[in-house]
């Protein structure tokens, strides 16, 4: 194995940090409390509301990347980072996942509604991977004025306006802050999933 393919290795390590600490941390609290058929929604929000897992998981992921890039040659960085990006933005979407299917194990499946609302109320469940795809951004250089209008760029602001909207618009109305929270939460899904439209090729004259 050469020295590539072992950063490559630790790194990897690393972005398994944030997904196998939280379900480690989820089926420890879980056992504490006594196993049940289904998660008990104070050890979902526990593990989504602990700040420490959340800095933990955030500093696993950078330094996953700094390993990969101080591993890779300077003339091969750009691509690398490319690659990073794609990673990144990966995982975002896995995250989010993961978060969704918790809440929605521990309301059995079948209570859409609180299902919404625990997920909205585990803000690090959302902020973890609005962070990575902020990151993925980042690393490419990709924040330019003429890129605003980017529906991942809107997307990424949607998703920022979830907590802000939870705790700002929540703690005056409950009810209106989580409905406005699931609306940015919706659309900020919509236009991260959705496919971008390929400009149409021009008219020859």
């Not at 959340?54 to 003339?75: C, D, H, K, Q, R």
Request: no cysteine.
């Amino acid at each position: 194995m050469n020295v590539r393919e072992r950063y490559e290795d630790y790194s990897t390590l690393l972005y398994m940090v944030p997904f196998v600490g939280s379900i480690v941390y989820a089926l420890a609290l879980w056992v504490q409390n006594g196993i049940s058929l289904e998660l008990p929604t104070s050890v979902y929000l526990t593990v989504t509301r602990d700040p420490i897992m959340f800095i933990l998981a955030s500093l696993a992921v950078m330094a996953g990347l700094a390993i990969e890039v101080n591993g890779t040659e300077p003339s091969a960085r750009p691509a690398k980072l490319v690659s990073l990006s794609n990673t990144l933005q990966t995982m975002a979407v896995a995250s989010i996942v993961i978060a969704l299917i918790g809440a929605l194990y521990a309301n059995g499946f079948t209570d859409i509604g609180d299902t919404a609302s625990d997920f909205v109320l585990g803000k690090y469940g959302l902020v973890f991977p609005v962070i990575l795809v902020l990151l993925s951004y980042f690393i490419t250089a990709q924040f330019k004025v003429d890129s605003l209008l980017n529906r991942k760029v809107l997307a990424v602001i949607a998703m920022l306006l979830v907590p802000v909207s939870l705790y700002e618009i929540g703690k005056r109305e409950t009810f209106v802050g989580l409905g406005v929270a699931f609306v940015f939460l919706l659309i900020g899904s919509i236009l991260y999933l959705a496919p971008e439209r390929k400009a149409a090729p021009p008219t020859k004259q």
